[in-house]
Nanobody, 127 residues
Framework: QVQLVESGGGLVQAGGSLRLSCAASGRTLNILSMGWFRQVPGRVREVVAGISWMSVRSYYPESMKDRFTISRDNAKNTLYLEMNNLKPDDTAVYFC????????????????????WGKGTLVTVSS
């Protein structure tokens, strides 16, 4: 099994920045592609970013492409999300996830593609 623990969330003003981290433990050799998701209560969970195994490729939805950066340090078993120019609409619980089946991000970001999930960290952006 793999355990994922997010950190780095908090309260920030609009226009500010945060860096989220996701520490993986357990059978980390099973981890291939990874991603960040977010969810607002009552709304559908959405993809924030994805990254392939060995960081060859990454993906962002259009609304986040110029503001968010996903990266990973496989030696430290840690996934990161750098978020800049934050907006109140970015307020959500952010989850990291990992796939043991897919090395590239496309299938892992689809519904059911991730095998391991963290419990989330809350990001609140004030206006």
């Amino acid at each position: 099994q793999v355990q994922l623990v997010e950190s780095g969330g908090g309260l920030v003003q609009a226009g500010g920045s945060l860096r989220l981290s996701c520490a993986a433990s357990g059978r980390t050799l099973n981890i291939l592609s990874m991603g960040w998701f977010r969810q607002v209560p009552g709304r559908v969970r959405e993809v924030v970013a994805g990254i392939s195994w060995m960081s060859v490729r990454s993906y962002y939805p259009e609304s986040m492409k110029d503001r968010f950066t996903i990266s990973r340090d496989n030696a430290k078993n840690t996934l990161y999300l750098e978020m800049n120019n934050l907006k109140p609409d970015d307020t959500a619980v952010y989850f990291c996830a990992a796939s043991r089946r897919f090395g590239d991000y496309e299938p892992s970001l689809a519904d059911g593609g991730m095998d391991y999930w963290g419990k989330g960290t809350l990001v609140t952006v004030s206006s």
